[in-house]
């Protein structure tokens, strides 16, 4: 550093920050937190308005999990939402890679406008087609199925993902790809051999993206199914779990839980592409 | 996936025949260039163009689930528009959104210059700040409506043990203003994430000479950010704005699994109300008018949006 500072200073200014991060932290941490409390909780004490809230005096219990697994399809909903989730992300990654590179690299007429028609279904929020999509998911005649979920699901993956992808594919020295042309490959085999290799951070970043969108989709799911054994597992936990106005609080909260858990094992392993392609996606734009 | 030309010799194929002038077709930069485009387009084109006319079809027609109806013109239009919980929707929308925004703004460049330091257990922190935008939406709004329980809410536990409030305290979900501080609070609590770490990586393209110019000119830390590092994160500013606006403005996850729309309507936005009227109601006519009036905004952001980008 070109100012020096005293060693005091440098350890104040990390208080300060700590000091000010420390109450957002909590913020962000406690709904968690008291998730967890509340789904190892006896309702015994649960619904003691006498009790602390804030921990546990009258022992964990696992019940409010044995519930998901003995009286609600939970098993059935992470499976759905896993086929889901992969289904649509292989398609809409393929998709995206070749219209990314197609918009990315390749001159004709049109490729602007293409790339504009891509960028603003980017912008457009799916509560803007929910209705009109659940028709055509009719007459598909994929109404209350998963397959109505893998359908649709492309449409806000594929511009996200094309969009993203356009950034990294940019990157890449043109003169690699006109080396392989001039070596006798065809264009495919440039593509797939010598961009896609270059492109996989970029890729694995659509990847996680799209598979993180997909399971943590919530409207789409919640308007086209209507079937118990057909939910994904956020729609299930959330609608099956209430009902009327009682609220299955513990097994609400395991259930919130465990199905958060695969999102959040990708999330601790790949947190720097997440990093990546959030800033990528809005900035690189 | 395509043959090379040295393979189909060595299997004893002629170089010329109708194959070879297929490749030779589609060896075309603009050929190869459009085929590759053609599936993408294809898929927005039947589930996004398609519905968008649907959307507007149904808005102009008596149409309800199980039954087409006939066009009717405008008469959805000047229903909606007559309607008190529509007025009330559209005043919830713009408080909402104005609300929620202004606060992921102003909180979201206070974490990201915070992050921008260098801090020890940096990555971790980092880590926690995106959790909330990371885990599903829907779920982690359980725990909230939890921690907003009518009864055994831990908001107010804590408050009252803490003497700010009297008992029982606020029934958080269930009077108007309290529901929506709380729609309000979910959302930024959520939407903080994308800000922060969006206006980091600006903060991080921010010269250090620049900072330490004017600090060497005596320009003290406040100074140096309004002077200096805001002017500087304006694009990025602006984009994630724009990007936030519309994804607030369109929210349907934190206000359907905390409120409905209630109490009395007073949390509706355009999506949940459209929910309610369109596929619980099945009045898919009325419905989709109440979500296209989400079009117009989309619009105005799609514009600057593209401005800026043309700009680049």
Redesign the interface.
């Known amino acids: 550093m070109?100012?020096a500072r005293s060693r005091a200073a440098r350890i104040r200014?990390?208080v300060f920050?700590?000091a000010?991060?420390a109450p957002?932290?909590l913020?962000?941490?406690f709904?968690?937190y008291?998730?967890v409390v509340?789904s190892f909780k006896s309702n015994a004490e649960?619904?003691n308005?006498k009790s602390i809230?804030?921990w546990i005096q009258t022992g964990a219990i696992l019940d409010h999990y044995a519930l998901l697994f003995q009286k609600t399809d939970f098993v059935t909903w992470m499976k759905n939402s896993l086929l889901v989730a992969v289904v649509a992300t292989t398609v809409s990654v393929v998709?995206?890679i070749?219209?990314g590179?197609?918009?990315a690299r390749?001159?004709?007429?049109g490729?602007g406008s293409?790339g504009?028609?891509?960028?603003?279904?980017y912008?457009?929020?799916?509560?803007?087609?929910?209705?009109?999509?659940?028709?055509?998911v009719v007459w598909l005649g994929l109404a209350d199925s998963v397959l109505a979920l893998m359908?649709?699901y492309?449409?806000f993956l594929?511009?996200f993902c094309?969009w993203l992808l356009m950034g990294y594919f940019r990157t890449i020295p043109r003169e690699v790809e006109e080396c392989a042309l001039v070596d006798?490959?065809?264009?495919?085999?440039t593509l797939?051999r010598v961009v896609l290799p270059m492109a996989l951070p970029g890729i694995i970043c659509a990847v996680l993206f799209s598979f993180?969108l997909c399971?943590?989709e919530?409207?789409y799911a919640?308007?086209f199914i209507s079937q118990s054994a057909n939910k994904t597992a956020?729609?299930g936990?959330?609608a099956d779990l209430i009902r009327g106005d009682i609220?299955f609080?513990g097994s609400?909260?395991a259930?919130?839980i465990l199905?958060?858990i695969p999102?959040?094992i990708i999330?601790?392993f790949f947190?720097d592409y997440?990093?990546s392609g959030?800033?990528a996606g809005?900035?690189k734009? | 996936?395509?043959v090379?030309?040295?393979v189909l010799e060595a299997a004893g194929l002629p170089g010329s025949g109708r194959l070879a002038r297929l490749?030779e077709w589609?060896?075309q930069?603009?050929i190869?260039?459009?085929?590759?485009?053609v599936?993408?387009?294809v898929?927005?084109a039947v589930?996004?163009a398609?519905?968008?006319g649907?959307?507007i079809y149904?808005s102009l027609s008596d149409y309800w689930v199980g039954s087409p109806g006939e066009f009717v013109g405008l008469a959805n239009y000047r229903e909606i528009l007559g309607n008190e919980t529509f007025r009330q929707t559209v005043q919830n929308s713009f408080v909402f959104t104005g609300i929620a925004l202004t606060f992921k703004i102003v909180?979201g460049v206070?974490?990201a210059m915070?992050l921008a330091?260098r801090?020890?257990l940096k990555?971790v922190?980092?880590?926690?700040?995106?959790?909330?935008?990371?885990?599903?939406?829907?779920?982690?709004t359980?725990?909230?409506l939890?921690?907003f329980?009518s009864?055994?809410s831990?908001v107010n536990?804590t408050a009252i043990r803490l003497h700010l409030i009297s008992p029982p305290g606020p029934n958080w979900l269930g009077q108007p203003a309290y529901a929506m501080a709380a729609v309000i609070v979910v959302n930024v609590?959520r939407g903080l994430p994308?800000f922060a770490?969006?206006v980091?990586?600006?903060l991080m393209a921010v010269p250090r000479e620049f900072l330490?110019a004017a600090?060497?000119d005596g320009a003290g830390s406040w100074r140096r950010f309004w002077h200096v590092t805001l002017p500087l994160l304006k694009p990025?500013l602006a984009?994630?704005i724009l990007?936030s606006t519309?994804?607030t403005?369109?929210?349907?996850?934190i206000v359907?699994?905390l409120t409905r729309g209630g109490p009395i309507n007073t949390t509706h936005l355009?999506?949940t109300l459209?929910?309610q009227v369109?596929?619980q109601g099945g009045n898919?006519g009325q419905?989709?008018a109440i979500?296209?009036f989400?079009?117009p905004l989309?619009a105005v952001?799609?514009f600057f949006?593209?401005r800026?980008?043309r700009k680049?």
Not at chain 2, 32 to 37: K, N
Not at chain 2, 249 to 253: C, I, L, R, T
């Open positions: 070109a100012v200014s990390n920050a700590y000010n991060l957002y932290l913020f962000v941490l709904p968690f008291f998730m509340t649960l619904y308005l809230p804030f998709i995206s070749l219209a590179y197609s918009l390749l001159r004709y007429r490729a293409f504009t028609a891509v960028f603003v279904t912008l457009v929020p799916p509560t803007l087609l929910f209705l009109p999509l659940s028709q055509v359908v649709t492309p449409t594929v511009p094309t006798g490959a065809t264009r495919m085999q797939w993180t399971w943590n919530y409207t919640l308007t956020v729609v936990v959330t609220y609080w609400l909260m259930g919130a199905a958060s999102i959040v999330y601790v947190l997440y990093v959030l800033t809005a900035v734009g | 996936m395509a090379g030309p040295r490749r589609w060896e930069e603009h190869f260039g459009y085929g590759l485009i599936p993408a387009v898929l927005l589930l996004v398609f519905p968008f649907m959307a149904f909180l206070w974490l915070l330091r801090l020890p990555r922190i980092r880590g926690i700040v995106l959790l909330p935008f990371v885990i599903p939406t829907a779920l982690s359980l725990a909230w939890w921690m329980d009864l055994y831990v536990w609590w994308f770490i969006t980091l990586a600006g330490e600090e060497v990025v984009v994630v990007f519309i994804f403005f369109g929210d349907f996850n359907q699994v355009f999506a459209a929910y369109g596929l898919l419905g989709a979500s296209l989400i079009f989309l952001v799609v949006q593209l800026y980008i680049e």
